[in-house]
Every structure is written in structure tokens, then in C-alpha cells.
């Protein structure tokens, strides 16, 4: 006996139709079978009608014997139609720039998850498409929500925790809290405390938005291939503190969630307080200057930088990447004219002037020798390839320079100006140092 299966929306629109051939004897199980084979609809959402548009329950028995004739057409349709007319909703609403954007993009984000899940996408194909133009314009004004930086991190860490653990038993933390005030930064972040599989201790995280978020009425921006290169090279200098790139949870569909988690061992000391206490040095002072003219970077005010306490080293933990990135004509005047933040000019300036020019590059030298930049550079290249670990597989779009369209090669040219610029101040300071 044949069936006729026809495909249909929450419209009655036709989005497909297969016939099956069947013995008089095959169960109604087998048929639940050849709809998921066919359609990809699993059996606990798979809607079946009769041709009068009546719902049929096919429990047990076989074909047959619940009544189904030969050349019979069903009409078949998904369980979470109502949950996509919701969805698409949501979606219509954040468009069409409507109030409530954040609440609806959070709707349209956990009706989008649980879609995701039944796989509901893979059914109806013309919808999918819709998902796939409309979907991370909305999603990206979830990416500060709290809750779903969580979530992301959560998983983040649980994965890791997996991974270090393989076969053994082993417990895994992960609490959170509401970020300091002396952290500053933006409001939408959040404090985690986790420890994975081999770590004796509770490791506490302050976790972020990477990118600038949504802004009046316009959407988040994409992630920046070369700041999240600088928070892996920051580290391995042991200029800022340890870092995760921390993904979005991949069925919440935005291409621009990408969270930064820097650990957190309460050693940092504010520049602003370093400055009252004990005043600006000199090394502290060529410091900022040179990570700024190497890897351009800005926004290193009082807040943002200071020192690891009990040390000489410079501390980074915040900074904004600048758009130009460029071989310096000049490098020794760039670490000459370059003040590390406006807001403290004067602070700088009397530094500045108390030394020689041979004393200025000699410090850099020094800090130069003490950071090992030149392997740090290229090592930290490899922690960040966009084409393996945290990054592989995420559906991001990065944020594009001139005509870098990947990220790959985008973080190529960078790396590329990085080393050239360090190779001509290298010639200047074995040249000019003594």
C-alpha cells in the first residue's frame, strides 16, 4: 500500500510531498520511522492529519488496522509551529525598531534555542533561510544580557573541565556574582567563580562583553580579530591577566556574542592610586608607550591600567584597539611624541622631561629584553588561529579592516606590522643604546 505524506506549514502551505510504500502488515511505527528519515521531523513532534485537516492519532497497530487506505494522503506538520509564528514575531518587532528591543531579541533568542534543539530548521528549509538574514541582527542585542553571558560561560568552562578530566571522576564549580564596583567597565558584566578538573583552587573571572554592545538603534558590532590577538599577547607578557575567549552558545544564532573572562587574583593596583601614593615612573611610563606604538592600542587611562602589586610590571587590564594600523615612518619619534592617555598628559610630561633621549630607549630596551616580544608575538598567533579551538566551528562574523575579509589574514597583516615595527626599533636601540 502506498501513503502520500504532504509537508505543511502553520499556513497549510506545501513544503513537500513523498509517497511511501508500504506492506498491509507495516506498523504505524514504522511510518513515524520513514517521516524522520524523510523530513528530519522527530517522532514525539511529528503532526499527523487527514486530508480534512483533522488531527489522527497513530499510537500503535499497524497501518491497516487503524484504518489508512492505499494512496491515502496525511498531511504532516510540525509540533513547534506556533513556537516559529512566536519566534518570527520577536524578530519582526526588533526590526521594525519598535520599543522593548532587548526583551523581544531575549524572546526571540530562547524561542530560536528550543527551535534550534527540535531541530525545526532542518523541516522547513524556506524558513530557515529567514533565520539565517534575520536572526544575529536581533540576537546581537542579547549579547550584554546578563543571563546569557553566563550561560556562555558556564558552558565554556564545564567543556574545559570535560576535556582536562577525560575518563575521571571529578567535580566541577561555577558560580557567579555581580561584578565589584571597583572593577568599573561596563554595567552588563559578571564575576565567576570556577575550577576545573586539576586545580586545587576556586579561580575568581570577570567576564565581558568583547565588543562594543548595542547602542541606540543600531546593532552590536562584530568581534575584533586583532584585539582578541592582544589580549592573548598582553598575557604572555605577562602584561594582562590571564584571559579565555569565551564563545557564544552556538543556538542562540548572534554572530557577534564573543565574551572576554580575565582572572582575577586581586593583585591589580589602580594607576590613578599608583600616581597618588608614589608617583608616575619612568619605566612604568615607557611601558604603556611602547604597547601602545606596537600594538595599537588606546584608551589606557587611570582606570584602565596600573601595576601587579609588588611589582615594577605594568598592568593592562582594558584597552580599545585603533582602526589604523600601519608600519611607523618614524618609530623613534613615535615613542618620543606618543602619550599613553590625554587625561594624564601633564603626569606623563613630567616624566618625560626629567630624562635623555639614550635614557628613554634604554628603559624600552630593557622592558623589550624582559617581555621576549618577539617570540610572544608568534606564540601567541598560535593560541589565536581562528580556524581551530574556541573559534572553529562558531558561526562569527569578524569585524573587517580595509580588505582583510578573514580573519585570518587580517590577523596576518597585523602580526606582520607588529614584527616590522619591532624590527626597526630594535635597529634604533642596538644602534643608539649604550
Known amino acids: 500500500m502506498f501513503i502520500v505524506i504532504d509537508l505543511r506549514d502553520h499556513e497549510n502551505k506545501s513544503h513537500g510531498t513523498v509517497k511511501f510504500d508500504f506492506t498491509a502488515q ?8 520513514r517521516i524522520l528519515s524523510r523530513f528530519h521531523i522527530g517522532i514525539e513532534y511529528q503532526q499527523i492529519y487527514d486530508s480534512k485537516n483533522s488531527r489522527i492519532d497513530l499510537l500503535n497497530g499497524s497501518l491497516e488496522g487503524v484504518g489508512l487506505k492505499d494512496n491515502e494522503t496525511l498531511i504532516l506538520k510540525h509540533s513547534e509551529l506556533s513556537r516559529w509564528i512566536a519566534y518570527k514575531k520577536c524578530l519582526d518587532l526588533v526590526l521594525k525598531k519598535t520599543d522593548d528591543k532587548k526583551a523581544n531579541a531575549r524572546d526571540a533568542v530562547r524561542h530560536h534555542e528550543l527551535l534550534m534543539k527540535c531541530g525545526f530548521f532542518d523541516v522547513y528549509l524556506q524558513f530557515d533561510d529567514y533565520r539565517k538574514q534575520k536572526h544575529s541582527k536581533v540576537a546581537s542585542w542579547t549579547d550584554e544580557d546578563i543571563n546569557l553571558i ?8 564545564h567543556r574545559l573541565h570535560d576535556l582536562k578530566r577525560g575518563n575521571q571522576e571529578s567535580d566541577f564549580i561555577c558560580n557567579f556574582e555581580d561584578k565589584d564596583l571597583e572593577l568599573g567597565g561596563i554595567s552588563n558584566s559578571t564575576l565567576a567563580f570556577v575550577r576545573i578538573h ?3 583552587f576556586v579561580s575568581k573571572f570577570y567576564i ?3 565588543h562594543f554592545g548595542p547602542k541606540g538603534t543600531s546593532s552590536g558590532q562584530p568581534p575584533d580579530i586583532n584585539e582578541l590577538y592582544c589580549y592573548k599577547l598582553l598575557e604572555l607578557i605577562a602584561v594582562g591577566p590571564t584571559c579565555h575567549i569565551v564563545p557564544p552558545i552556538i543556538t542562540t544564532g548572534t554572530k557577534t556574542s564573543v565574551y572576554i573572562a580575565t582572572k582575577w587574583d586581586d593583585n591589580f593596583k589602580l594607576m590613578e592610586h599608583v600616581i597618588q601614593e608614589n608617583g608616575l615612573t619612568a619605566d612604568l611610563a615607557v611601558q604603556l608607550v611602547l604597547l601602545r606604538v606596537l600594538l595599537f592600542i588606546a584608551d589606557l587611562h587611570l582606570q584602565n591600567c596600573g601595576v601587579w602589586k609588588g611589582t615594577n610590571n605594568i598592568a593592562i587590564v582594558d584597552f580599545a584597539p585603533e582602526n589604523e594600523i600601519t608600519v611607523h615612518d618614524d618609530i623613534k619619534a613615535q615613542l618620543f611624541t606618543t602619550f599613553p592617555h590625554s587625561r594624564w598628559k601633564e603626569e606623563f610630561k613630567a616624566v618625560k ?14 622592558n623589550l629584553d624582559k617581555w621576549d616580544l618577539s617570540r610572544k608575538i608568534e606564540l601567541a598567533q598560535e593560541q589565536l588561529d581562528p580556524t581551530k579551538d574556541v573559534l572553529k566551528g562558531i558561526e562569527l562574523v569578524f569585524k573587517k579592516r580595509k580588505l582583510c575579509y578573514s580573519p585570518n589574514l587580517q590577523l596576518k597583516e597585523y602580526v606582520d606590522t607588529l614584527n616590522k615595527n619591532l624590527e626597526n626599533l630594535q635597529i634604533v636601540l642596538n644602534s643608539t643604546v649604550h
Open 353 to 366: 622631561n626629567k630624562l635623555d633621549d639614550n635614557s628613554w630607549l634604554k628603559i624600552a630596551k630593557q
Open 150 to 157: 553566563r550561560d556562555a560561560a558556564e558552558q565554556y568552562f
Open 208 to 210: 565581558k562583553c568583547h
Open 198 to 200: 586539576g586545580e586545587d
Open 26 to 33: 507495516a506498523t504505524i511505527k514504522q511510518l513515524h520511522d
